[in-house]
């Protein structure tokens, strides 16, 4: 019998996914290299936007401090290879470890003392600006003077220690971001999912339903500061430079959450569409704007605001809600298929 | 026997105002127990001491024979206890099916043996053909009973029940009555703060009236609304 | 180091961070009353600095004297952006506002940075290497005048509050929404009218602190982050704790600066807000604990 649950998601849709998939696998063939950059930005920030899904649409938190566990990520597992000459896989699991570290700290601190809302989210922002300004002075990793990843020769594609073309990188980011959709949904349709769910709508209703909301609320932002972890080790050892006033800059962590907001937050598909969208556009307007001549520093990020804005003002559950019914493909609209 | 709850000298302050005020009573098992009373006479505090919402600042309260005063109400559910919210809480943006399997979730961790146990729920209260609704989009009456269904998802021995007859018309009312004389036949416990009396006297096999706080009567229904310190302070000469 | 240095630090610290403290006041009044978490403050702060910096290069414009026009474009900035934009998002869910303000503050920062590019600029009156020798102190002109300024326009504010009339409706509004409402208060028009004097009120702060900082786009955003901590440290909500903030925010980082590194003094500020958060949400003089 079909589930009626929130996120079933229908036979039409799974086809459509698999032929998306097939043609992003054959992609590289086809595309120029300038092209594929762009797509390695939109599957970058398609996987983050699901990261950090977890925390804010699932579980109810929002983290405008997210670009701290990306810098970790990042320089935890630069900093190893640089210094040890460790392959950035063997480092995932210290950057991970890391990350969630930082991220149970945060949580604890937060969920312990009930800081809630916008004085939850202004917390993360604290956060990530202390490590701004302490990488900044971390000699270790440089510090302001940057850390900096010997760029191989490019001819050849060394997995192990994630040096070589685009085309690598891209296949990467692609995977990590068709895993992180199969998590999500497996998480949405779990035990654990209905409880954050729960815990977003409602977490006194949760808690009188013998939910340990803040181990729960723990998980999420534990799970959501590893996966995001994951991100920053590709960063690192794609743009092979680490500036603490870069990485960790709050920038960094608005651009993560303009492509889940945009694309709609709590949704399984939201997050990857806001990422196309938004990266494809923006790029779009850009190269429009290269042709014409026309390149001031902060374009693109006006535009980002603008198009934050009319969401935010018009579209207030993202792009996907009202474009999934439109299209025949949300819940209601299958439930005769079965 | 042991009763299956048991409150004693049970008080609450808030900031100087006495919200309960040395009350003790205790539960017995199979009972449908009703605490009445005027506005602000303290029964949802109390309620809420019950349910682990905050703790008592004297007393005890023990349930199947252990202390639960001052536990998280997360655990007290576990233990047994279910409640519902005087202002109905569905979780908005679930459905009406989902509402119910977070609730079943928590004894049954396997999602389609959680299903299972909601879609029985859904039937037995009249819910199934609307389960696929989002419950912000639900009426009044059906939106009180996915909230006794979601409690009772989480297979309760004690059921506390916040005025779940206010706001629905005498119809509903029944038919709310109706429902919980056939959960307590059952085998399920009810403990119930309600205004509804006629819901009350049809219902209730104990009462306790608290008023500014105070346990002011307990005992069989016929007693206690002919007890002259209920009826100056409650019931006046409402009649029955 | 002799304790002329620390004093001088210090009383530097406390002009600046009465300029802060003005700042953060603005933000303090909108969050009282419209209960909006303006993440766009600092921006709209750089808005009145660049306005400032450009009538300098134009005319040679004392930015002192400017302040008042300034501060009334600002005004009617806040008062058509609550109006316009954020007055539907009253009722919507928490991060709905703030996002709307966070797409706002974008905006603004990027906007300026295309109309006045990255790099830094200032306002250097004919006064700006002045200073006062009071005592043992060494103080600077500037930093002087606008901590002057500061006062006298804080002052302004809570007289307004205290006994204009339309400033004591507006209390009314923050107290209590439905009997303001019950009342006959046109409370969008209040919520609006203060919106706009908040935004006056980091107008005239940025008008001051051009005097003593240089101006880059990404100072918004930076002292947005500061107003927070500012006003949450001395109490959402609380007019007075933000003067009080501001002025310790000033104080601690100016002697952050001197015993430690310069670059480090903002990780103080946000030290201290953790550390507000965790113990002390209500700040020091907040009304409401969170």
Known sequence: ?338 | MAALLEVAGVSKNFSGLRAVSDVSFAVPEGAMFAVIGPNGAGKTTLFNMIAGVFAPDAGRIAFLGERIDGHPSHEICRRGIGRTFQLVRPFPGLSVEDNVMVGALLRHPNTADARQRAHRLLAELDLYDIRAQIAATLTLPDRKRLEVARALATDPKLLLLDEVMAGLRPTETDRMVDLLRRLNQGGLTILLIEHVMRAVMSLASRILVLHHGAAIAEGAPQDVVRDPAVVQSYLGSEAL | MPAEIYLNVAVSGLLTGLVYGLMALGLSVIFGVVRVVNFAHGEMMTIAMYIAVALFAAFKLDPLLMMVPIAAVLFVFGYALQIGVINPFISRPEHSQFMLLVAIAIIIVNGLLIMFGPDARNVQTSYAFDSFAVGPLIVDATKTYAGLAAIVVAAALFAFFRFAAVGKAIRACADNYTGALVVGLDVKRLYALTFGIGAACTGAAGVMLVLIVDVTPPLGPAYTLLAFVIVITGGLGSMPGALIGGVLIGMTEAMAGLLFTPSAKSMFAFAILVLVLLFRPQGILGKRAS
Not at chain 1, 128 to 145: L, P
Not at chain 1, 149 to 157: C, D, H, I
Request: hydrophobic share 55%.
């Open chain 1, 1 to 338: 019998m079909k589930s009626l649950s929130l996120n079933g998601v229908s036979r039409r849709v799974w086809i459509m996914l698999a032929a998306l998939l097939a043609v992003f696998l054959v992609v590289p063939l086809v595309v120029n290299d300038y092209l594929l950059t762009i797509l390695i930005l939109i599957f970058y920030f398609a996987y983050l936007a699901q990261a950090w899904n977890i925390m804010m649409g699932f579980a109810g938190q929002l983290s405008l401090g997210h670009a701290l566990y990306v810098g970790l990520g990042a320089y935890t597992t630069a900093a190893l290879y640089i210094h040890f000459g460790l392959s950035p896989w063997l480092g995932l699991p210290f950057a991970i470890a890391i990350a969630a570290a930082a991220g149970a700290v945060i949580a604890f601190l937060a969920f312990r003392f009930r800081v809630a809302g916008v004085y939850f989210a202004i917390l993360t922002i604290a956060f990530a600006e202390f490590a701004r300004i302490g990488f900044d002075h971390f000699d270790w990793v440089k510090g302001s003077s940057g850390l900096f990843l010997p760029v191989a020769n490019y001819a050849e594609s060394d997995l192990w220690n994630l040096r070589g073309k685009p085309v690598m990188f891209y296949y990467l980011m692609l995977a990590l971001t068709v895993a992180a959709l199969a998590l999500c949904h497996a998480l949405l349709r779990s035990r654990i999912g209905y409880f954050w769910q729960a815990i977003r709508e409602d977490e006194d209703a949760a808690r009188a339903l013998g939910i340990d909301t803040f181990r729960y609320k723990m998980a999420a932002v534990v799970l959501s500061a590893g996966m995001t972890s994951i991100a920053g080790v590709f960063y690192a050892f794609y743009y092979n430079n680490l500036f603490p006033e870069q990485v960790f800059h709050i920038s960094r962590s608005i651009e993560i959450i303009l492509a889940p907001i945009i694309g709609g937050i709590g949704t399984l598909f939201g997050p990857i569409l806001g990422a196309f969208l938004l990266t494809g556009l923006a790029e779009s307007i850009f190269e429009l704007m290269n042709a014409f001549g026309w390149t001031p520093p902060g374009a693109k990020q006006v535009f980002y605001g603008v198009c934050l804005l009319l969401v935010v003002m018009l579209l207030p559950h993202g792009i996907w809600p009202p474009l999934a019914r439109k299209l025949g493909l949300d819940r209601r609209s299958n439930e005769s298929e079965h």
